[in-house]
């Protein structure tokens, strides 16, 4: 049925196999294809993408799509498609690569390479004139000037370990408190007051820089930075950034006032949101977070939750050609479904006026809280509720009938258990039950599928684990079952932290540089030490927080000394870009503020200590038993038909008590 078959139809990653019929005669990156490149010594055309990015669509209609583009490129290149998602550590190579020549990236990331990988052209989205003018560039400055490319290729390769051996090289810096509050008066000048997020377009949501700010101003009580984040969580749920009808977030508002999103939904995005958004509710009991919480689990569950129980990577911002036509309304096709409701639906979603966007559509969106509009239509907040969760819906009924966005239907091991964690997060603010079982479920198949022979897979699709873990795959899930060890206090998710971070420290750590590599020794040019928190936030700086997590609850004093030396290298770093150091800046909070370990042992320990972690309380690690262990921070503390709440500070301890009232005087 296809004219063209290339080798990408083997794969399972919807991003590849998207480009399966292209006349581009793709390869897939690895070893055995690198190998077979440098014999061919054919320069490398590397093309990075994901399923659910909008200008790789373009790219791939208007030239892969192309034959006399694609014969070009087959005769003069040796072309080799990488889903950025499956291989991170060959898209943060190529990425810093591109930065390095011309000052941004960004997807699909297009770059020219010698046979052994070392990069000498990049850039990103090219129209196809453009693109087939620089390919025939390329091929003739490639020919004509060899040793010139290979002599810049050289130098950008070392660029690129620059780069990363910058910071690896650095002294670990003795931790001080001042450095967070410097951090703060060096960024908050970028705050937007008005929209929150940071000023200007675009405004991605970055939930972890909102993570560290919400603990920080809890603990100096700083109301100033409460309200930022308070404006920034109200607003971005109230914008078009939010599916108001659906649940989930897009991926970023396109503008600098959260109204028309970049459509695609990722999971890790969600993941994070889902985790502040029941951390804000916990600390405002604001029921704008709650309905986020609620209308973000529905989603998921709805959409992204695949046969085993895992959740799949993202939802493509495109249907039909055309992006965000699965999301949009006309008023006409409101009104035609809605009825009578319809003056309502119209004032709650602006709809034809804040909500009016291209071509007579409108995205759904907010300006009024439920109070005022319950107030405009005379109606108990009880009764606005009702009738727009009725609304709703039916609006998702006419929805579910259009054509869907693509699914990007792989499972990721670490985007999963940052899931696992944001579920965890949103059982201890709402106690709803289902958002413990599809956490604890999707963790238990992680570790049954993902986790096998002391190694963790990336990928999960069609019952195959495919792709070596990463560092990034080892964090979250330790913190996913750190968390749930929290939560249900069974040991075998303590001990599954424990073993994942004894092989990383083997597979991972360099003793030398005392930072952790991004990946285990493989194919590509140089190794990486992901440092700066983005999107998500920094592998090293998630391993750096469970270490100290891990020296508490094990009694592990080199846990402990590894965690305070992370933070400790790149604390210099942390004022001049704080955004990138915000889950840093999260454990320099535990290790340079007080830090508390609450210990409940007892018949009634677990219902206490979900009373307590239903509070608010930044710095603190909450963890119980109902029986007797022989755990480092539970030994010798229980008695049969008795509770005891233990307040410690790195395992020095004040004298039990018996109620969480008492608990709290001790931690205050």
Excluded at 309 to 333: P, Q, R
Aim: one cysteine or more; glycine letters at 6%; hydrophobic letters at 35%.
């Amino acid at each position: 049925m296809h004219t063209y078959t290339n080798e990408l139809i083997h794969e399972t990653s919807p991003y590849l196999l998207q480009h399966a019929h292209n006349p581009v005669n793709w390869h897939a990156w690895s070893e055995s294809n690198l190998k077979e490149a440098k014999k061919m010594n054919k320069p490398l055309l590397i093309s990075i993408g994901y399923s659910s990015c909008h200008w790789c669509h373009v790219m791939e209609k208007e030239s892969f799509e192309d034959e006399e583009i694609a014969t070009y490129m087959n005769t003069h290149f040796y072309c080799i498609k990488v889903d950025r998602e499956e291989r991170p550590d060959v898209d943060q190579v190529y990425m810093t690569g591109a930065n390095i020549i011309t000052g941004q990236g960004g997807w699909p990331l297009n770059c020219f390479a010698l046979p052994d990988g070392k990069p000498f052209h990049a850039g990103t989205y090219y129209p196809s004139k453009g693109w087939l003018k620089l390919l025939k560039n390329i091929t003739k400055q490639y020919t004509d000037n060899f040793s010139k490319i290979k002599s810049y290729a050289q130098k950008l390769t070392v660029g690129i370990q620059m780069q990363e051996t910058a910071i690896c090289d650095q002294t670990p810096q003795k931790l001080t408190a001042d450095v967070l509050e410097n951090m703060i008066n060096t960024w908050k000048s970028k705050w937007d007051y008005e929209y929150g997020g940071m000023k200007g377009a675009p405004k991605f949501p970055m939930p972890s820089n909102y993570d560290f700010l919400l603990a920080y101003s809890s603990i100096i009580s700083n109301s100033s930075i409460q309200d930022f984040i308070d404006i920034s969580l109200h607003k971005m749920a109230f914008g078009g950034l939010f599916d108001q009808i659906g649940g989930g977030f897009s991926r970023y508002s396109v503008d600098a006032v959260w109204k028309v999103p970049h459509f695609e939904k990722m999971l890790y995005d969600n993941a994070q949101l889902l985790a502040i958004y029941a951390r804000a509710f916990r600390k405002t009991n604001n029921p704008l977070y709650a309905q986020v919480i609620k209308k973000t689990i529905d989603w998921l569950q709805r959409e992204m939750q695949d046969n085993s129980g895992l959740f799949y990577a993202g939802i493509d911002a495109d249907s039909e050609g055309k992006e965000g036509k699965y999301y949009v309304w006309n008023s006409d096709e409101v009104k035609q479904n809605i009825g009578s409701d319809y003056p309502l639906v119209k004032a709650y979603y602006e709809i034809d006026q804040q909500g009016q966007w291209e071509h007579s559509n409108n995205i759904l969106l907010r300006t009024k809280t439920d109070a005022i509009i319950a107030s405009e239509f005379d109606l108990t907040p009880s009764e606005l509720n009702q009738r727009i969760d009725a609304v709703n819906k039916k609006l998702l009924q006419v929805r579910n009938q259009r054509v869907a966005p693509g699914l990007d239907d792989k499972c990721l091991t670490s985007w999963n258990a940052m899931m696992v964690t944001g579920l965890l997060e949103a059982y201890t603010a709402t106690h709803d039950e289902t958002c413990k079982n599809l956490a604890i479920h999707a963790l238990n198949q992680i570790i049954e599928k993902q986790y096998q022979h002391e190694h963790l897979w990336h990928s999960y699709k069609n019952n195959q684990s495919s792709i070596s873990g990463m560092l990034e795959d080892y964090a979250f899930v330790i913190q996913a079952c750190l968390n749930a060890f929290s939560i249900t206090g069974q040991e075998k998710y303590l001990d599954i932290a424990n073993q994942l971070t004894t092989i990383s420290l083997h597979r991972f750590y360099d003793v030398e540089k005392a930072f952790f590599y991004f990946n285990e020794e493989n194919e590509l040019i140089i190794r990486t030490a992901e440092i700066h928190d983005n999107v998500i936030p920094s592998s090293n700086a998630v391993m750096a927080n469970n270490l100290l997590k891990l020296g508490l609850i094990l009694g592990n004093q080199s846990y402990l000394e590894l965690a305070e030396n992370l933070v400790g290298k790149v604390q210099a770093n942390m004022g001049t870009y704080p955004s990138g150091h915000c889950y840093w800046a999260q454990t320099h909070l535990a290790l340079s503020y007080p830090f508390y370990e609450v210990v409940i042992v007892g018949k009634n320990a677990q219902r206490l200590a979900l009373q307590m972690q239903s509070i608010f309380l930044p710095n603190t690690l909450i963890l119980w038993t109902a029986t007797s262990s022989n755990i480092s921070i539970f030994k010798n503390r229980f008695k049969s038909n008795e509770t005891w709440i233990y307040v410690c500070q790195r395992g020095v301890c004040k004298l039990p008590v018996k109620t969480v009232e008492e608990a709290m005087e001790l931690i205050q």
